[in-house]
């Protein structure tokens, strides 16, 4: 069974920083584009930036220069840093990855928990 762990929310002042982990857990993963995703009350989940398995990365203009997505795929985790935090990156922080279970699996995507940010003052 695969599961992904978020980690590392919090609450922290305007113009802080967080950094947010997911892992995957599961044997012998396939692991492709690892994602992070935002939702804040009332509004809908919104991509914010996205790693290939190779390690190219895209992110949402709204993030741009102040976050930075990295992973570690030898412990298939990704990582979302986030400085000069605002307090409209207030959300639900969720990461997505896309996985097969073995060489021969179908691809699906999988959901983390989310973990909550909150900037504030």
């Known amino acids: 069974q695969v599961q992904l762990v978020e980690s590392g929310g919090g609450l922290v002042q305007p113009g802080g920083s967080l950094t947010l982990s997911c892992t995957a857990s599961?044997?012998?993963?396939?692991?492709?584009?690892m994602e992070w995703y935002r939702q804040a009350p009332g509004k809908q989940r919104d991509l914010v930036g996205a790693?290939?398995?190779?390690?190219?990365?895209s992110y949402a203009d709204s993030v741009k220069g102040r976050f930075t997505i990295s992973r570690d795929n030898a412990k298939n985790t990704v990582y979302l840093q986030m400085n000069d935090l605002k307090p409209e990156d207030t959300a639900v922080y969720y990461c997505?990855?896309?996985?097969?279970?073995?060489?021969?699996?179908?691809?699906?995507?999988?959901w983390g928990q989310g973990t909550q940010v909150t900037v504030s003052s």
């Open positions: 790693m290939t398995s190779g390690g190219s990365a």
């Open positions: 997505n990855a896309a996985i097969r279970r073995s060489y021969y699996d179908v691809t699906n995507k999988y």
């Open positions: 599961g044997r012998n993963l396939f692991i492709g584009t």
